[in-house]
């Protein structure tokens, strides 16, 4: 039995979805809080792609969630913004907002404050929107905020890989 295939580097990994995008004729944008645009900036890295990327909205406030992406108050004042229902919603405003085929959303608490203990630092919600609905979904990263950002970079790239792999 061969060992599993290392991870692709993170630059890598935005080449691949920049190029299948591309590839597909498909358009991407991203709702971003936790990582404040760096899902759209580790994309933009990519030479070309402005053919896919057309552009992110970070979110990191409440209101910018409401008043951009249509997250409603009572999903902010209810479930919050690190929840399942919070991320679809960024994720479908975002795709909406922008035009685009595929949106993904992150929001989630990086730390090193801010958690509770029902949301510890770690946790994250992504969504990703697409034509054929949208999906969510939880994550518990470890590491410094730094770290947490950047595995929430990771993920969101895969997702956005992964619903164009359907």
């Known amino acids: 039995m061969s060992a599993p295939a290392a991870p692709l580097a993170l630059d890598q990994l935005a080449q691949a979805v920049v190029r ?12 971003e809080s936790l990582t404040a645009g760096l899902i759209a900036a580790t994309l933009a890295g ?17 209101r910018v969630k409401r ?20 991320a679809r919603r960024m994720a479908e405003g975002a795709r909406r907002a922008l035009g ?7 929001t989630g608490v990086a730390g090193p404050t801010g958690g509770t203990p029902q949301t510890p630092v770690g946790t994250v919600w992504l969504g990703c929107a697409t034509q054929g609905g ?3 979904e939880v994550r518990r990263f470890t590491g410094d ?5 950047e595995q929430t970079v990771r993920r969101a790239l ?7 792999q359907v």
């Open 20 to 31: 299948t995008a591309v590839a597909r004729g498909l358009t991407l944008g991203t709702a």
């Open 145 to 149: 905020r730094q770290a947490v950002r």
């Open 158 to 164: 895969e997702l956005m890989l992964e619903s164009m």
């Open 134 to 136: 949208t999906s969510a």
């Open 67 to 86: 008043d951009l992406l249509g997250v409603p108050q009572a999903v902010i004042d209810g479930d919050g913004v690190v929840s399942e229902p919070c």
């Open 100 to 106: 685009v085929d595929i949106a993904v959303s992150a």
């Open 46 to 62: 990519v030479s070309g792609a402005s053919r896919a990327l057309m552009g992110g909205i970070v979110s990191y406030d409440p």
